[in-house]
């Protein structure tokens, strides 16, 4: 396990110089939002950052008690709220979880002298969780360090919002992606390729190759080629068969078809451009491209945008899919 310090931090240079001045000069504020896409760092950050309040240094030593502790995830002043997944139902932040977070912060600092609050995917907690989080970054018990992640501001409340110092992450470069690949034993080929799909992700990067590589991307694929074609049965069957797979899984595959879409378009205004996520597609993508108008392209994108935000409710995914294919159908 890698010891938490600023250097295993990939990129993000501008926000990791702001976080250290603020330790080093001893203004850290109570809240802190940071803000960003998914499997950009976010997290990662958060917890050198956790390690750094704890340890009472600018950088982490790695070695004293406390940031073995935050590391192992086992310090008794440093707590994570994530969102749980009940079925297929999207993850979420409850209340329950909030409130044994409250009764953490009420207590004398164990070990540290001071706590660190680390609530992952903030966007998720439920109208009753943002509340009580509300009220507590109102009127904070004892010395506490909140840090909020989440993919945007506009996800969460404007009060939760305005009590916090927000911190913009944003994507990474594709070099940068497939040298932490290269580095975690992936071939430079494969490296590459995960890298231009991942769109700045190290997360998503990760979790393309942990899932088989391109599978996911093909059947987004295949589709996309078969909706010139595709019938009303056809669309039924095909429901009912993605309607089985879980929502993260759905909302990965929704992902690959709006990059395909994308794809589509920067063909239509450059065929040589070198913007393409799939340029090991170029060839077929501009095979397929007289079946669409431009216009239909965009109609399409605006639906697949759509439905990836449908994805973070908990509506029967079956039904979801079901309208969203009908939606596309209707674009043609």
């Known amino acids: 396990m890698e010891k938490l310090n600023w250097d ?3 990129g993000h240079e501008a926000q990791q110089a702001e976080l250290r001045a603020m330790l080093r000069e001893r203004r850290l504020p109570h809240a802190l939002l940071f803000v960003g896409e998914k499997g950009i760092g976010k997290k990662l950050c958060g917890r050198v950052l956790a390690a750094a ?29 994530v969102p749980e997944a009940k079925g297929k139902a999207a993850p ?12 953490m912060v009420s207590r004398s ?13 903030a966007e998720t907690m439920n109208e009753a969780a943002a509340n009580s989080l509300l009220k507590t ?41 497939a040298a932490v690949l290269q580095k975690q034993g992936i071939a430079p080929d494969m490296a590459g390729k995960l ?6 992700s190290i997360g998503r990067a990760l979790k393309l190759h942990a899932d088989g590589g391109l599978e996911l991307r093909d059947k987004a694929l295949a589709f996309l080629l078969s909706l010139p074609e595709l019938q009303l049965t056809q669309l039924w069957q095909e429901a009912a ?22 794809d589509l378009l920067v063909l239509y205004s450059a065929g040589d451009s070198q913007l393409l996520y799939h340029r090991d597609l170029r060839g077929r993508l501009a095979e397929f491209l007289p079946a669409f108008t431009q216009r239909q392209l965009f ?13 973070q409710s908990n509506v029967n995914l079956r039904l979801q899919l079901e309208g969203f294919f009908i939606r596309l159908l209707d674009c043609r």
């Open 53 to 81: 309040i704890l340890c009472g240094q600018e950088s982490p030593c790695g070695h004293c008690e406390n940031c073995r502790g935050v590391n192992l995830g086992s310090h008794p002043d440093y707590f994570e709220l």
């Open 137 to 177: 970054l109102e009127e904070p018990a004892g010395d506490v360090t909140f840090i909020l992640i989440a993919r945007a501001r506009s996800a969460l409340l404007d009060t939760i919002v305005s009590r916090c110092i927000p911190l913009s992450f944003g994507m990474l470069p594709a070099e940068t992606v």
């Open 8 to 10: 295993i931090i990939a």
């Open 92 to 103: 979420i932040i409850h209340i329950e979880e909030m409130r044994s977070m409250q009764v």
């Open 299 to 311: 109609a399409m994108a605006a639906e697949t945008r759509e439905f990836t935000r449908r994805l």
């Open 241 to 262: 068969a993605m309607g089985e797979w879980d929502r993260q899984r759905v909302t990965e595959w929704a992902a690959y078809f709006n990059m395909l879409l994308r």
């Open 109 to 121: 600092a164990v070990q540290a002298g001071r706590r660190v609050v680390l609530i992952d995917d």
């Open 195 to 200: 890298a231009s799909l991942a769109d700045g």
